[in-house]
């Protein structure tokens, strides 16, 4: 995240179904299907990072997003955010 923004932090339900809160690293569209690259960390940290996949319909009023769990599609929206973010300091490790 680039110094003095805001962080952006959106809250998901995890496998048990708890909700837990993740910071927003980059957002991006491909396919027409909206994705975020997400991190379980502050930006202080060292943490996990995750993509989730908009899944909501139009008819939703907000978006719902799911994590990514097919392996093509992760890695490749993995070297797309990876090529968004090479200017920040952010270093991403599959």
């Not at 396919?31 to 960390?41: F, H, M, R, S």
């Not at 008819?59 to 968004?84: G, K, P, R, W």
């Amino acid at each position: 995240m680039e110094e003095g923004m805001e962080e952006n932090i959106i809250y998901v339900q995890d496998e048990e179904g708890e909700e837990i809160a993740l910071y927003v690293l980059e957002e991006t569209k491909f396919a027409g299907v909206n994705y975020l690259l997400v991190t379980d960390a502050s930006e202080e940290e060292d943490g996990e990072c995750y993509v989730l996949k908009d899944g909501s319909s139009q008819s939703d009023q907000e978006a719902v997003y799911t994590f990514v769990e097919d392996d093509a599609e992760l890695e490749n929206m993995f070297q797309i955010f990876s090529e968004l973010i090479d200017d920040t300091n952010t270093e991403l490790t599959f």
